[in-house]
């Protein structure tokens, strides 16, 4: 009873550490509207602004539009570089576990916050590097937290998307470094603070963290992380690590697949007990992937689009007034600091089946899959509502716009991964959960024309394209339809085998 309970205690310290980790360091760049203000007053990027001639009344005022395209631009680079890195680091967490690829995390996190310690005015261009290893490292860290939810199969994708809703307020970070600028604390000294908090993560990768991962369903006896000297893991961790060892060396043994054409038009099924695990070939040429990939890609395309360009937008709605800016700036880091309380939302609606029995005939996971099209379609429709506000040039619409992109970032990220640990064999999550978010990277690839086009082009003006993003959005709507159809036709599949099993009898 004792051992119990104190696996217990060490199940809660993981979900409860991995929380304080995720809200106060995992998603701190998405907070770079904040930090772009605190850049400009200390003089970053200043060299690229000039002397110009107004043509109304001959006045010489400095033009400073080539500093303002330096931060946007940084912002894209950076998300390219994260959502490019999300394949290989997926891979290399199931095949190496989570230790190693946390460590590649704390490695990034301490390079990037160093960068912007070490940077000035005349190496403003360390903030293309620094901010795309912060983005990377917290988007890895946030990954190995995912799985926490698996030691508590209840209320599994509530806790998966309270942590993405800890991801998204954790940009309020940014917001209390330009809070603490404004009081006469540098941003070096804020910056060399994150750094020394790489050894926090380092003692939970130890001693709150499996080797390994966290397997689900959860045997019994599982148990991680350091115990006491000598003693590296727990017994349910190393009867887990044989068990991923049989599993790959059964789908190494397995020497004949589909043909890629029947794959991609059968729908993936869930494997019986004994019959193995689902090939990550035959996962990724199913429907169910396909259209998640593309529900994937176009959110993020949306969400990153909305944060590269939220300044530009407000500073050229507010007529360039400074302090109107900043207010509205600030108002975006309060409200994303609410994503932890809207997460719980999404994560109950995708928990809802688990406090009744299953229907007759139903697995579990087509009960998971039937709850999750709800809230797959309510992230639809809050993207395609964000895409209409920020469309529109009123600026106090722009609350709204502020308050939907919290909203549904919170709803986005954790219907993804909560999809993605259902829909397909947890030994292939990083490499599902990776892969969506790599080629979402052609996507993103999209956002430096564009943002070359609105300024020169459209002289600042994103009207247009912003109408074009908008009808991308409604591609979102399909992920949902396919889902409920799948489950229908599953069900319906069922139901006829049982009929004929029946008529049999």
Known sequence: MFQGGRTKLRYWLTLLSGLAETLFFAGIAFGWASLVFVLKVDGYFAGYCV??????????????????EHFPRVMSVASI????????????????GTTATRLIAISLYTTGTLFISLSNTETSVLLYPALSCIITSGTI?????????????????????????????????????????????????????LTSCSILHLLRTFFLMPRRHIPYPLPETFTYGVSCLGRRRGRGEKENDRKEGDVMKDQKDKTAEASALHLIKKPLHEPKEGEGVASFRSCVLSWLFLWHAVWVVTILFCQFF???????????????????????????????????????????????????????GETKREADLHSSSLALFLSSLQCFLLCVCFTCPVLPLQYLTFVLQVINSSFSYGSHYSFVSFAFPMAHFGKMSGLTMSLSALALLLQLPILHLIQHQLRGDPLYVNVGVTLVSLLTFIHPAHVSLYCRKQRKAEQEVNEQGSERC
């Open 306 to 360: 909305f944060l590269s360009n939220v300044n530009p937008l407000l500073t050229r709605l507010a007529n360039n007034d400074q302090t109107l800016v900043s207010h509205y700036t600030n108002a975006l880091a309060l409200i994303q600091m609410c994503g932890l309380l809207f997460s719980p939302m999404n994560g109950l609606i995708m928990d809802r089946h688990k406090h009744r029995p299953l229907a007759p």
């Open 51 to 68: 002397n110009a001639t107004r043509e109304e009344d001959s006045a010489v005022y400095t033009n400073c539009s080539s500093q303002n």
């Open 81 to 96: 570089a994260n959502t490019i890195i999300r394949f290989p680091i997926g891979y290399f967490f199931d095949r190496y």
């Open 141 to 193: 860290l946030h990954i190995t937290n995912a799985q926490v939810g698996n030691l508590f199969d209840t209320y599994r994708s509530t806790i998966i998307t309270i942590y993405n809703g800890a991801f998204d307020s954790s940009a309020a970070i940014f917001f209390i470094i330009k809070l603490l600028h404004e009081r006469g604390v540098s941003l070096h000294s804020s910056f060399l603070f």
